[in-house]
């Protein structure tokens, strides 16, 4: 089927292809090495890190570093333009808001949030190349099915409370990718176990191959 949207740039055009976003949140960064190595052998290619957690530069950095080339590591929670430049001079490849700003002049992607029909457009409007429905846990796919009618060339990723086993119906619905937080990472940022881990990316990478089969 021909996708008549706009083109994307490759690191967008790379999120959407591997379908989703895992979201590194916690109150320290410590574990991130860990638990990156961990989904990204799982086949995860894009690490988003919250810029709420302490240490989060200095892990983007480490997992340019550590990590495999193709693997995307970006920013989460940048609320400033100088929240913006640090995360973009520490490596990351995009950035993710969890409002609606633009983030206007900087060399990556930027993915504002939104949740209202009207700030989806005036981010697309903006020149958001993904925009972050956020927060997706209280809404249900029918609502980005409703949503992308008026608005099918605009490219959106539910985040924010998506359960593994949702994945597929907001995927069936329309999104581009869904960000994963708590239901994908879970405790092992704060010593959980990274088994259990491993068995949740391997089922969230299964559902975004199952929804696109």
Not at 11 to 30: D, F, K, N, T, Y
Request: hydrophobic share 50%; net charge negative; charged share 15%.
């Amino acid at each position: 089927m021909t996708d008549h949207r706009d083109p994307l740039d490759p690191v967008s055009a790379a999120i959407v292809e591997g379908g989703l976003v895992a979201i590194l949140r916690a109150p320290h960064a410590g574990a991130f090495a860990a638990i990156a190595d961990v989904l990204v052998a799982a086949g995860i290619t894009a690490l988003e890190v919250t810029l709420t957690s302490d240490g989060a530069l200095e892990a983007i950095a480490g997992l340019r570093r550590q990590l495999p080339a193709g693997t995307l590591i970006g920013a989460g929670t940048v609320l400033t333009a100088d929240e913006a430049k640090a995360a973009v001079d520490a490596g990351a490849s995009f950035l993710v808001s969890p409002v609606l700003d633009t983030l206007a002049g900087q060399s990556v992607p930027c993915y504002p949030g939104a949740y209202t029909p009207t700030e989806v457009y005036s981010a697309y409007r903006a020149g958001a190349p993904i925009v972050k429905l956020f927060p997706a846990g209280g809404l249900k796919p029918a609502y980005l099915k409703d949503l992308r009618g008026p608005l099918p060339r605009v490219r959106v990723m539910p985040t924010g409370g998506i359960a593994l086993d949702d994945i597929v119906d907001w995927l069936g619905a329309g999104a581009a990718a869904v960000g994963l937080g708590g239901p994908l990472i879970g405790d092992a940022a704060t010593g959980g176990s990274l088994v259990a881990l491993a068995a949740r990316a391997k089922h969230a990478v299964d559902a975004v191959a199952f929804a696109r089969s």
